[in-house]
C-alpha cells in the first residue's frame, strides 16, 4: 500500500518518462549503473522499472545518509529493499563490494551510482572501481547503462522542497567487462555508454 | 458560479460529438484502405490524435457540466502541465530553484483563484505587474547572477504563455454581457471550438493540399494551403455559430477571424521556441498531438485578445 503510493509520487514529481533503448525490461540478473544528480535517482530509476523487475531490484545507497531518521530507515528497509553500504570508512569486515555481491545472491539486481556522490553541477565525475570489481566477480550478469536527466533539477543537492520538472530515465544497451580490459579502459567506457544515452 | 447549459449549449455539444464520430469514422476507413507505408504513418498519427480528441472533449465537457468552478479547475491544471513541459525545456539554474517552487505552486493557483472570484483588476495585472517583480527578486536573492536576465526572462515569458494567457479562457466566464447573463459557457465552448478547429482544418488542409512552406524555417508543417483554406473555413464555421453567442454573424465572422489569425501566430511562435531548443514536440502527454503545449499553443495567444475584444465592445 505505501510501496503503490511512494512509486505514484516517485512518477507523479518527476514526470519521468521512460526509455528502454538498448534492452528490453528483462527479470534476469542485472547491474543497472546510473549517473547521480539528485537524491531522487534510486527511488526514481527504481519506480522506472515494470513490476516485476522492481520486485527483484536494490539500489544500493549510502548507510549514513538512509539510516539517520525513521521514515529514511523505514523506506530504505521496507519500501526499496535498499542495500546499504558504507562508504566513507571501508573496512575489511564492512566492504561495501562483499555487501553488494551478497545483495546480488542468484535473484537480485542491483542499482549502482558508481560517480559515488552526487554533483551539484550535473557533471559527470569519473567512475570509482566498485563497478569494475563487480564485473569482474560476476561476469554473468548484464551491466546496464542508465541515464536519468533533469532530476538534478527536481530536487538539487540541499534544497527540500521539489520542483515538478518533466524528468526522464533512459535505459542503455548492456557493456560488458573484455577479457583483459584495464580498470579505466572499463570504467571509462562505462561512463561514455551513460552519457551517450543524453537526448536534449 | 451558475451557468446555466441550455439547448444551444447542447446542440454546440452534439455538433462536436457528430464530427468527432465523422472523424473516428473516416480513419477508421482510412486505416483500411491505405496502400503505402508513409500513408500508414500519417493515418496511424491521424487516428492517434482523434482518440486524443474524444478525451480531450470529455474532460472538457464534464469541467463545463461543473458551472464555472470546474472550468477554472481544469484550465488551472492545463497552465500547470503546460508551464511545466515550458521550463523542462528552458535551462534554468540552481539559483532558481526556489522561485521555480513560487512559481508553480503558488502564482499559478493564485492566478486561478482570482479568476474564480472574477477580480478582473487584479487577475489582469498579477502576473504582468506582480510576479514580474517578484520573480527577478527571489532569484537575486538566492545569490545566482550567471545569465540573470536570460533566466528571468524565460521564467516570465513562461508564466505569461502558460499562465497568464490560459487564463483568459476560463475568465471568459466572468464578463458581464447585457442580454447573455448566465450564458458564458457557450462564449467559451465557442471560443475554444473555433481555435482548436481552426488547427485541425489547417492540418487538413495542409495535408492534403498543402504545397508551399509559409516560413520552413520556423515550422516544417505550417503551409499556404493549410493556412488560407483553415483560417478561412474556421472564419465560416465562426459565423455559423452566431447564435450561441452574444454577437451578430458578421460580429461572429470578425472574432474569428481574430482569433484564427493569433492561434495561427500561437502555433508559429511555439514552434520557433521548439526550433530553437532543437526539439519537436514539449512533452508526449497527448497521445498523436505531443504535450500539452503543442496542444493549446493557438489558445494561449488567441484568448487575452479574444477576452478583451469581447470585453471592450459588448460589456
Known amino acids: 500500500m505505501i510501496k503503490t503510493l511512494v512509486i505514484l509520487v516517485a512518477k507523479l514529481v518527476s514526470g519521468s518518462n521512460i526509455r528502454w533503448q538498448g534492452c528490453d525490461p528483462d527479470v534476469r540478473q542485472r547491474i543497472y549503473f546510473a549517473n547521480h544528480t539528485s537524491n531522487l535517482d534510486a527511488l526514481v530509476i527504481w519506480a522506472a522499472l515494470p513490476a516485476p523487475l522492481r520486485d527483484v531490484t536494490r539500489p544500493v545507497a549510502a548507510r549514513d545518509y538512509w539510516i539517520n531518521n525513521w521514515i529514511k530507515r523505514y523506506l530504505a528497509s521496507r519500501v526499496f529493499n535498499a542495500v546499504l553500504i558504507e562508504r566513507k570508512k571501508p573496512t575489511k569486515t564492512d566492504n561495501p563490494l562483499d555487501d553488494m555481491l551478497n545483495a546480488l545472491g542468484q535473484t537480485h539486481s542491483l542499482i549502482i551510482f558508481p560517480e559515488g556522490g552526487r554533483q551539484a553541477s550535473g557533471e559527470m565525475m569519473p567512475f570509482k572501481g566498485g563497478l569494475f570489481h563487480l564485473a569482474k566477480a560476476r561476469p554473468d550478469i548484464e551491466f546496464i547503462p542508465v541515464l536519468v536527466e533533469n532530476l538534478n533539477r527536481i530536487l538539487p543537492k540541499g534544497e527540500f522542497l521539489p520542483v515538478p520538472i518533466l524528468g526522464s530515465v533512459t535505459f542503455g544497451a548492456p557493456i560488458k567487462l573484455e577479457a583483459g580490459e584495464a580498470r579505466e579502459t572499463f570504467l571509462t567506457r562505462a561512463q561514455a555508454a551513460v552519457k551517450a544515452l543524453n537526448h536534449l | ?315
Not at chain 2, 481544469?74 to 535551462?91: H, V
Open chain 2, 1 to 315: 458560479m451558475t451557468l446555466q447549459l441550455d439547448k444551444q449549449t447542447y446542440a454546440l455539444a452534439g455538433g462536436v460529438v457528430a464530427l468527432l464520430a465523422t472523424a473516428s469514422l473516416a480513419g477508421w476507413i482510412l486505416s483500411h484502405t491505405v496502400k503505402n507505408d508513409a500513408a500508414r504513418g500519417t493515418i496511424q498519427n491521424l487516428n492517434a490524435r482523434i482518440k486524443a480528441w474524444w478525451i480531450m472533449v470529455a474532460i472538457f465537457g464534464l469541467a463545463m457540466a461543473t458551472g464555472g468552478i470546474g472550468s477554472v479547475i481544469l484550465f488551472g491544471l492545463t497552465s500547470f502541465l503546460a508551464l511545466r513541459e515550458f521550463i523542462t525545456l528552458t535551462p534554468t539554474n540552481r539559483g532558481d530553484h526556489r522561485t521555480l517552487f513560487w512559481v508553480f505552486f503558488v502564482i499559478v493557483p493564485l492566478q486561478y483563484y482570482l479568476i474564480a472570484i472574477k477580480w478582473y483588476g487584479m487577475f489582469a495585472i498579477m502576473i504582468p505587474v506582480y510576479a514580474f517583480l517578484f520573480v527577478p527578486l527571489r532569484s537575486a536573492v538566492a545569490g545566482d547572477c550567471e545569465r540573470f536576465l536570460e533566466r528571468t526572462a524565460k521564467i516570465q515569458w513562461g508564466l505569461m504563455i502558460c499562465v497568464y494567457c490560459v487564463s483568459y479562457v476560463p475568465a471568459l466566464l466572468s464578463l458581464d454581457i447585457p442580454g447573455y447573463a448566465g450564458q458564458n459557457a457557450k462564449l467559451m465552448f465557442y471560443f475554444v471550438l473555433v481555435a482548436q478547429i481552426s488547427d485541425v482544418l489547417q492540418y487538413v488542409w495542409g495535408k492534403t493540399l498543402g504545397r508551399r512552406k509559409i516560413l520552413p524555417s520556423v515550422s516544417p508543417n505550417k503551409t499556404w494551403a493549410g493556412f488560407l483554406g483553415g483560417i478561412a473555413c474556421a472564419t465560416f464555421i465562426g459565423m455559423g455559430l452566431w447564435w450561441a453567442t452574444p454577437f451578430s454573424p458578421w460580429q461572429s465572422a470578425g472574432m474569428s477571424l481574430a482569433i484564427t489569425f493569433m492561434g495561427f501566430g500561437g502555433g508559429l511562435v511555439m514552434s520557433a521556441i521548439k526550433r530553437d531548443r532543437g526539439v519537436k514536440d514539449y512533452g508526449h502527454l497527448i497521445e498523436g498531438h505531443g504535450g500539452v503545449l503543442d496542444r493549446i499553443d493557438s489558445l494561449c495567444f488567441a484568448a487575452p485578445v479574444f477576452f478583451h475584444l469581447t470585453r471592450y465592445y459588448f460589456t
